[in-house]
């Protein structure tokens, strides 16, 4: 069992940073793959980006990639998101989620693939 646990959250002008944090409890946090998505007002979750267990395989989703960083601190058994160059597009409630190895192929962009999901933090962009 893995429980998750968001925080970072909060309001940001236009063109600002927040990080994230997923912090993880269990002792085999470090062979999880772990995910963050979001879920904006009247939308579906969506996809944001994952990163596997090694940490040096990461993937992004299009309207992220070159604003967003995901990375992880086996140490803390934490995994981040660094947000860069905010849109009020990117306004939502931001979810962690993690899934332990499995032997077969996983598309972790999808969300379905996830076992443990987090309750979320708020993200609003706006000036």
């Known amino acids: 069992q893995v429980h998750v646990v968001e925080s970072g959250g909060g309001l940001v002008l236009p063109g600002g940073s927040l990080r994230l944090s997923c912090a993880a409890s269990g002792r085999t946090f470090s062979s999880y793959t772990m995910g963050w998505f979001r879920q904006a007002p009247g939308k579906e979750r969506e996809f944001v980006a994952f990163i596997r267990s090694s940490g040096s395989s990461t993937y992004y989703a299009n309207s992220v990639k070159g604003r967003f960083s995901i990375s992880r601190d086996y140490a803390k058994n934490t995994v981040y998101l660094q947000m860069n160059s905010l849109k009020p597009e990117d306004t939502a409630v931001y979810f962690c989620?993690?899934?332990?190895?499995?032997?077969?192929?996983?598309?972790?962009?999808?969300?379905?693939?996830?076992?443990?999901w987090g309750q979320g933090t708020q993200v609003t962009v706006s000036s």
């Open positions: 989620a993690a899934d332990p190895p499995s032997p077969s192929y996983r598309d972790y962009t999808r969300r379905n693939v996830y076992d443990y």
